[in-house]
């Protein structure tokens, strides 16, 4: 029962600070919505210019299908060649679309217009959405063009999204942000545990009390614990009624999985606490560590997008489990048996890194 006075004293001295509690609940719900709404993969409103030089009523179809689009933004539609470098030097438009009459030798007539797609490659990755999104229009135009004159097309792809139909990003995004915030509180908060007693010089004053070690050692992480689950708890409140996320699986295995993540990320952080002589020291080591652990979590990139010789420290983020496994619940609605493995890992990183993590801190309180 001595551990619960030393949580207690520990929950005392959080919520003592007026300003910590702004940032434990109010600030999450905040960069939840925020990140929400900025951290999307979703190109719309692409800027356009189009260069009609056909005389073809398709080509006017089509750009009245783009401007009535929410995918593009045709900033203007021009007549005449121009110095298409000089146009992507300004920045106005990220791509330009030209088009030239067709001609089609067996009927001797204009047939569906030449199209030239430019792009602008400094933005690589909406340049080549701009084309994809285009060459769909075209693609449906064509097929529609076809059908109402009585014929069909030979061959026809068509795809079966699940899990997400509506590719929205935000689906895909938001748990892994809620992911990521447990972790910045998790890291944050717990990392200057042991070294401000150490700067306030009462851990002399621990050490000679009735506690144990081990007690001093799990009262120092528990509080962050309960406070990392509440916060948890509210981000996925806050991403299933701000964005409508749908939540398929079982919330008990969501938090079997961050229970076993917390285990791992607080002793990483206890060891950041027990590693540095002063609190800027240890806040230092948690943004670089958080920074590390994003990057390497597949939370914005693909995994497999990360170099052979850098995979292994994928491999060791406890994190990039955790975003899986809470993704696979959401979208998903596996069950544990679809992510078991994960936990394993996961759970012998956790294993590892408390080991780790008490050495340090045995060697702290030798001193």
Same mark, same amino acid.
């Given at each position: ?44 409103? *692409?800027?356009?210019? =189009? ?21 593009? !933004? =045709? ?22 679309? *030209? ?47 076809? +059908? ?101 699986? !079982? ?24 590693? +540095? ?13 958080? =920074? ?7 939370l914005f990139t693909p995994l497999e997008n990360i ?8 491999? *060791? ?20 048996a679809y992510f078991s493995r994960d936990l394993l ?14 050495? !340090? ?7």
């Open positions: 029962m001595r551990i619960f006075y030393l949580l207690r004293k520990e929950l005392i001295e959080i919520f003592r600070q007026k300003e910590m509690l702004f940032f434990i609940f109010v600030a999450p719900v905040i960069q939840i919505i925020v990140l929400g709404y900025v951290v999307t993969t979703d190109v719309k409103n *692409i800027p356009v210019q =189009v260069v009609n030089l056909s005389k073809n009523k398709v080509a006017r179809e089509l750009i009245a299908r783009m401007e009535s689009s929410p995918l593009f !933004n =045709v900033r203007r539609v021009t007549r005449s060649p121009e110095d298409y470098i000089e146009v992507f030097k300004k920045g106005e438009v990220r791509s330009i679309i *030209i088009m030239r009459d067709g001609y089609d030798t067996k009927r001797k007539a204009l047939h569906y217009p030449e199209i030239q797609i430019l792009m602008d490659g400094i933005d690589s990755n909406t340049a080549l959405v701009a084309a994809g999104y285009f060459n769909g229009i075209t693609k449906k135009y064509i097929l529609e063009d076809i +059908s109402q004159k009585g014929m069909k097309f030979p061959l026809e792809s068509r795809s079966l999204i699940r899990f997400n139909p509506d590719l929205k990003s935000i689906n895909y995004m938001g748990p892994g942000i809620v992911a990521l915030l447990l972790t910045i509180t998790a890291i944050f908060l717990t990392s200057i545990g042991l070294v401000r007693e150490k700067e306030q010089q009462t851990m002399d004053t621990l050490l000679i009390s009735r506690l144990r070690p081990i007690e001093i050692y799990i009262g120092k992480a528990l509080p962050m614990a309960i406070l990392g689950l509440v916060d948890m708890g509210i981000g996925i409140v806050v991403v299933i009624l701000v964005f409508g996320i749908p939540l398929r699986g !079982n919330l008990f295995y969501l938090l079997v999985a961050a229970v076993i993540f917390l285990f791992a990320i607080l002793s990483y952080a206890l060891l950041i606490s027990t590693l +540095s002589s002063s609190q800027q020291q240890a806040l230092f080591f948690g943004w670089f560590s958080m =920074v590390t652990f994003l990057m390497l979590s597949g170099p052979p010789a850098f995979r292994w420290l994928a491999d *060791i983020n406890p994190l990039r489990y955790l975003i899986k496994i809470i993704r696979e619940i959401f979208l998903k609605g596996n069950g544990i890992i996961m759970g012998g990183i956790t294993a590892v890194v408390l080991s780790l993590s008490l050495i !340090n801190f045995r060697r702290l309180i030798s001193k």
